[in-house]
């Protein structure tokens, strides 16, 4: 069974950065990609960003696209979000996931098979 556990989310002013961590466990982290995704009350759940197996390869939403950056740890199983230049509509739990997919981007919620149990993010104005 896999488990992670985001962390670092919080209460920061527009214009300001967070970092927000996730933590896997077993022994396969770095068979994955890993997925960032977002969700604000009464909107459905958003992607955010993904990172490939190695970390080579990443693919954000337009939406925070130069703000955000995603990358990995394979040592820690660790998948991290930096995300800089908050604006109050990035207000959202924030949940990191995995994905089986190799081939496509994998923005669609329904192509990640494991989940973390989310951390709040906000950003006052």
């Known amino acids: 069974q896999v488990q992670l556990v985001e962390s670092g989310g919080g209460l920061v002013q527009a214009g300001g950065s967070l970092r927000l961590s996730c933590a896997a466990s077993g022994r396969t982290f770095s068979n994955y990609a890993m997925g960032w995704f977002r969700q604000a009350p009464g909107k459905e759940r958003e992607f955010v960003a993904r990172i490939g197996k190695s970390g080579g390869s990443t693919y954000y939403a337009d939406s925070v696209k130069g703000r955000f950056t995603i990358s990995r740890d394979n040592a820690k199983s660790t998948v991290y979000l930096q995300m800089n230049s908050l604006k109050p509509e990035d207000t959202a739990v924030y949940y990191c996931?995995?994905?089986?997919?190799?081939?496509?981007?994998?923005?669609?919620?329904?192509?990640?098979?494991?989940w973390g149990q989310g951390t709040q993010v906000t950003v006052s104005s």
């Open positions: 996931a995995r994905t089986s997919r190799t081939i496509t981007i994998a923005l669609m919620p329904w192509e990640y098979d494991y």
